[in-house]
């Protein structure tokens, strides 16, 4: 009793030593690597929204740039005839399709009445402008980007302008195009085909922090009041974690456009940067952690070593009824007090287990005339391929005129012709067919997986077998043959093999010698 309690406590400790070590050491490991690789993505997330924000920021600022030098170009040509309405209208309306930097284009004269505009259909022609960005171009006389505002026709427009002067400095008015925010420009082009596809949200905020940007065009014109404040508007770029209201942290970055004082934001959800930290654990816990690995390998090997007389024993338990499992089982190694004791008593039982086996096998199961399989045996075999569902064929045999052949010449001579039909029929056997004698003169055959015409031509020749070959004094003899299938649904097998037996007198009724196929 004592070396069993130590061998118990001994397998208890090992597996409670290895489970507490690979706990341990896999905890400890994937903490330490959690706390670095949440640090690494969030400041990699952090200054690569800072570079983004800063291309998109620079992006705009040579936008802005390329418009106001085609408005300055355009300004230099209107001064030499400011009073020509075609070439007026023969500019604004190149400025607008050349480039499509904007959505429309006018040039107003000094008193802010509008000379030409395109498209027309704004007809806005001959009308005073009043509008702030119009005020603010007439008032300084000088290249503006004005603040954003609500145009005439409801939309949220920045302004871009160029004053007009003569060449003795004269001022005459201004030309400008408009963008517009809340429907397609070049500008919503230029940011919204750049913008991340891992849940980054790009923003472009005015001075105020009124939205002039972003992916939904329905936040453009709303306000964000915590975004970016005080000093941070006077770095050229910077990053930041920030909380929007009633939103998930984010991670922020943001830089300047110098030529209007916007600010382009990149945000991107924490939790969303955060993501691959447990595909980065995997991979780290995989290449850095070798102590853990190798305490988790000496532990498959124990437990392989402790499991493997036992596993060994139970697979060779269930092989008892096979002749030469006993040697098998001596080879097995029972290195600890409970795999031997239960070698030692397989090893003791197995002899009687396999003559008791033997003889139920071969009394219960085993037809002593012709050794082959009984009712009971094929009842055996039915209930298991009832189990798998597996479809067969079935033959049913009948020797003609039997009652002839012991009338004849005696029961000894018939005993030999069933003997003689046995023997035909295994030799005629596929090696997964099953063969048996179901009465006095008849067999039955199952074919799995066998179709009814091959099943047929099986018949047919099993019965050309039997009729060409001689039976001693008898002579020759013939057979009638059903054949049934059974297609492994919800069909009652007794059912098949009544069809079988149906066809079987059907092939009696037709003269014998004979096979018939059963109807569905």
């Known amino acids: 009793m004592m070396r069993l309690r130590l061998k ?3 397998r208890t400790l090992i597996a409670l030593l290895a489970i507490i070590s690979i706990v341990i050491t896999l905890a400890n490991a994937m903490y330490a690597t959690w706390r670095v690789q949440r640090m690494v993505l969030i400041d990699n997330t952090l200054e690569a929204n800072r570079a983004y924000a800063a291309k998109l920021a620079n992006t705009s600022e040579i936008f802005f740039q390329l418009a106001q030098s085609q408005l300055h170009y355009s300004a230099s040509l209107l001064a030499q005839d400011f009073d020509n309405p075609r070439l007026l209208q023969q500019e604004v309306d190149r400025l607008r399709t050349q480039t499509s930097s904007f959505n429309s284009v006018a040039v107003v004269d000094a008193s802010g009445v509008v000379k030409a505009i395109s498209p027309e259909s704004l007809m806005l022609k001959g009308m005073k402008l009043s509008s702030t960005s119009s005020r603010e171009a007439l008032s300084q006389r000088k290249p503006l980007v ?6 005439a026709s409801n939309n949220l427009i920045v302004f871009v302008s160029w004053p007009v002067r003569r060449s003795d400095g004269h001022y005459l ?3 400008g195009g408009s963008i517009y925010l ?26 105020h922090n009124q939205v002039l940007y972003h992916q939904n065009p329905q936040r453009v014109g709303s306000y964000l009041p915590t975004m970016l404040t005080g000093e941070r508007r006077q770095q050229s770029s910077g990053s930041m974690q920030l909380t929007l209201p009633g939103d998930e942290p984010q991670l922020a970055g943001y830089a300047l456009v110098p030529t209007t004082g916007w600010m382009v934001v ?3 959800p924490t939790a969303v940067t955060l993501e691959p930290v447990a595909g980065l654990l995997m991979r780290v816990l995989k290449h850095s952690v070798p102590f853990a690995l190798l305490t988790l390998l000496v532990a498959v090997l124990l437990a392989r070593l402790i499991a493997l007389p036992l596993w060994s024993l139970a697979r060779k338990a269930s092989l008892m009824d096979v002749q030469g499992v006993e040697k098998e089982i001596g080879t097995v190694r029972a290195w600890y007090f409970e795999a031997a004791q239960v070698k030692r008593a397989l090893l003791t039982g197995i002899g009687l287990m396999q003559d008791k086996i033997g003889r139920l ?13 009984n009712r009971r045996g094929l009842g055996i075999m039915l209930d298991y391929f009832r189990s798998l569902q597996q479809p067969f064929a079935v033959l049913a045999l009948d ?13 000894d001579v018939g005993d030999e012709v069933i003997r003689q039909v046995a023997h035909s029929l295994r030799r005629n056997a596929r090696h997964s ?10 067999f039955l055959m199952i074919l799995p997986d066998t179709a009814l015409d091959e099943a047929e031509k099986l018949a047919q020749r099993i019965r050309r077998s039997m009729a060409e070959m001689p039976i001693g004094e008898v002579g020759h003899i013939t057979l009638s043959v059903g054949v049934a299938r059974w297609s492994g649904d919800s069909q009652p097998l007794e059912r098949v093999l009544k069809q079988a037996d149906a066809a079987l007198y059907q092939a009696k009724g037709a003269g014998r010698n004979c096979v018939m196929i059963a109807k569905s």
């Open 399 to 411: 020797i003609d005129h039997f009652k002839r052949v012991n009338d004849n010449w005696g029961h």
């Open 266 to 268: 990149a945000l991107k």
């Open 173 to 175: 008015g201004y030309v």
């Open 182 to 207: 809340k429907k397609k420009s070049i500008l919503n082009t230029l940011l919204g085909e750049q913008f991340y596809r891992d849940g980054t949200n790009v923003y472009v905020l005015d001075s």
């Open 8 to 10: 118990t406590d001994l």
């Open 146 to 151: 004005s603040q954003p505002s609500i145009s």
């Open 433 to 442: 067919d099953v063969v048996c004698r179901s009465g006095g003169e008849e």
């Open 361 to 373: 096998k071969s009394e219960v199961q085993t037809d002593p005339l012709t050794e082959l399989l």
